[in-house]
């Protein structure tokens, strides 16, 4: 089955299900891509930048409307049908996994945080949606961000908001912060709203303004292999990152590590202790790394960007100590096997830039070597860089 037939036959299965859930026909339908994060880790809560793609791994939603302001969910991976009026919607109703697109309806609706005028959700119609994903559960896949981009199109557009997608970036930024209880950076909706064919989306974070970068590696043969090995790390790591940035930036009298430069570093190697100037330095040249990755892919120089993935996970590993024993394994393993970068991607993953005539032979390397270290085989999945969210029907 080709791509195109088998997503044809997700969108078929999608609306076949809605009217077997909610007994009438959708309306419409929209889908909204998973994404990775390609470099630029730390970029979020230091306001610094990143280099996202949008994958072809998508979420599907059926959607309908109803005439008495009730808003009801289900999706295939729950048996459950959720249903709440919509002026019941806040924060603390919102918990599972229909936190994530009931969150983004009641998002729509906060005018002040999107600075603009929101949906009413007094006068808005109500909704039924079903949700299907071929999107990895994996951290690294966003894949209740493809949900929420999803939702946020299809509302926006049933609910006639006239909203741009930058508008729905700021919904679904607030949205998986309420959902998720900690701050969003609003990168996985710039890449799943914005992303292109071979296209990687470039935000700064500091105001999520975005541009559209041309990867190119179609052309030149390459893809990206994303490595799920289901390694944990500690469920308090980010909120100590988060500290030790915030402390290095308090010291050395910056309002975030974004106003620093690697011209800074030595000044700050004077003034901090050995563990938060590690801190400081990964955020830093992370920051020059998706700078320097954007500049090679406007030169058209989409493999150079290799050498830069494999520097960003040796920053991880040794300042940010954010990899694991099994992520440098899938990085090292890829690596020797003839990808031409690779690095830590997220909770438990990991990605590789890899020639397409490599990645079996790569995959094959990393069961090998896992099995040989008696670790569980982790997940490889081959992603291409995909269209952003849009109406199927």
Do not use: K
Not at 157 to 168: F, I, N
Not at 211 to 227: H, K
Not at 267 to 290: G, K, P, S, W, Y
């Amino acid at each position: 089955m080709s791509d195109a037939e088998f997503l044809w036959d997700i969108r078929d299965e999608t609306a076949a299900t809605f009217t077997d859930v909610f007994g009438y026909e959708p309306s419409g339908m929209w889908s909204a891509p998973g994404t990775v994060n390609l470099i630029g880790d730390g970029a979020d809560y230091n306001l610094g930048y990143a280099l996202s793609s949008a994958i072809d791994r998508r979420a599907f939603i059926a959607l309908g409307l109803r005439e008495d302001g009730i808003a009801r969910v289900a999706s295939s991976f729950s048996g459950e049908v959720v249903e709440i009026s919509l002026l019941e919607l806040g924060p603390e109703q919102f918990a599972g996994w229909s936190a994530f697109p009931l969150v983004v309806a009641w998002a729509l609706g906060q005018s002040v945080s999107l600075g603009t005028s929101g949906a009413d959700l007094a006068a808005v119609p109500g909704f039924d949606i079903y949700i299907e994903s071929d999107v990895p559960s994996g951290a690294a896949f966003s894949a209740f961000g493809a949900v929420e981009s999803a939702v946020a199109l299809a509302l926006a557009d049933v609910w006639q908001l006239g909203l741009d997608r930058h508008t729905l970036i700021r919904a679904c930024q607030l949205a998986d912060s309420v959902a998720i209880g900690s701050q969003s950076s609003g990168m996985t909706a710039s890449a799943s709203l914005l992303g292109q064919p071979d296209a990687a989306v470039f935000v700064d974070r500091r105001n999520l303004e975005s541009t559209i970068v041309r990867l190119g590696i179609l052309d030149a043969g390459l893809g990206v292999l994303l490595i799920d090995t289901d390694a944990q790390l500690p469920e308090d790591i980010e909120i100590d990152r988060r500290a030790s940035c915030a402390l290095g930036a308090s010291r050395l009298g910056v309002g975030t590590l974004r106003d620093l430069s690697v011209d800074d570093l030595p000044r700050a190697r004077d003034l901090l202790d050995d563990i938060t100037f590690r801190r400081v330095r990964h955020v830093v040249t992370e920051n020059q790394r998706v700078l320097d990755a954007v500049i090679a892919l406007e030169a058209h120089d989409p493999a150079s960007i290799g050498e830069l993935l494999d520097a960003s996970h040796r920053s991880l590993r040794d300042d940010f100590d954010l990899s694991t024993r099994e992520l440098d394994l899938a990085v090292e393993t890829a690596q020797v096997g003839g990808a031409l970068g690779a690095r830590a991607a997220g909770s438990g993953s990991a990605l590789a830039l890899v020639a397409l005539e490599d990645v079996s032979r790569i995959q094959v390397a990393i069961d090998g070597a896992f099995a040989e270290h008696a670790l569980g085989v982790p997940e490889t999945y081959l992603v291409t860089p995909s269209q952003g969210a849009l109406r199927e029907r």
